[in-house]
Structure formats: C-alpha cells, structure tokens
C-alpha cells in the first residue's frame, strides 16, 4: 500500500520559510517523478514544483520559481520543498504526489498526472 505522509508545515510571518518533507512507503520511491501541490480554501488545486526521478529535471509553477526549491533523498525516500519569502496568498494545504509513469524523466503539472497523494500539511502565512 502506497503511503505518502507531509511534515513541517505551520505558521509563518510574511516573508518567513518553511521546509516541507513527505516520506513514501510501500513503492520503490527511487523510480518516479515526485510533485508538490497546494489549495488554498475555495481554490483549485494547483502545481507548485515537481521533480524527475533523480533529480535531473525540476519544474515550477511561475509563481514559486526564484523563491521555492524542491529536493529529493531516495535513500531516504523523501521529497522536499523549502519555500522562502512566503506571502499571504500561500497559505493553503501542502500536499506531495507520486507520479507513476514510467516516463519517470518527464515532470508533468496536471494533478491528474499523479497517482497517489498524502493528506497534506497546512502552510499559513499571517500578514
């Protein structure tokens, strides 16, 4: 059974940084395209980062580039995000996905790409 379990999630000043983990079990983690993605009460779900297999090629939305970075420890099976500068209009549920393509080196931005999914961690940004 595929498990995906986000941390690091919580209240954050304008301007602060976070560091969000989510640890996979039940899947060889090493072999897929991992992806970050966060909604906002109200909102559509929306891409924030994504990440090949190993590394080699990274995607994020316009909104993140320059400020977020995402990261991956397949030892570890987990992904990262460390999320800098954040504002306001990013608080909302955080949540990790496992794509499961065998395209493993092509980082896709649909959420219906994505086959599995953790609960999320909350991300609130007081102004």
């Known amino acids: 059974q595929v498990q995906l379990v986000e941390s690091g999630g919580g209240l954050v000043q304008v301007g602060g940084s976070l560091r969000l983990s989510c640890v996979a079990s039940g899947i060889t983690f090493s072999r897929y395209v991992m992806g970050w993605f966060r909604q906002a009460p109200g909102k559509e779900r929306e891409f924030v980062a994504g990440?090949?297999?190993?590394?080699?090629?990274?995607s994020y939305a316009d909104s993140v580039k320059g400020r977020f970075t995402i990261s991956r420890d397949n030892a570890k099976n987990s992904v990262y995000l460390q999320m800098n500068s954040l504002q306001p209009e990013e608080t909302a549920v955080y949540l990790c996905a496992i794509d499961l393509d065998d395209r493993n080196w092509y980082v896709a931005a649909r959420q219906s790409d994505y086959d599995y999914w953790g609960q999320g961690t909350q991300v609130t940004v007081s102004s």
């Open positions: 990440i090949s297999w190993n590394g080699g090629r990274i």
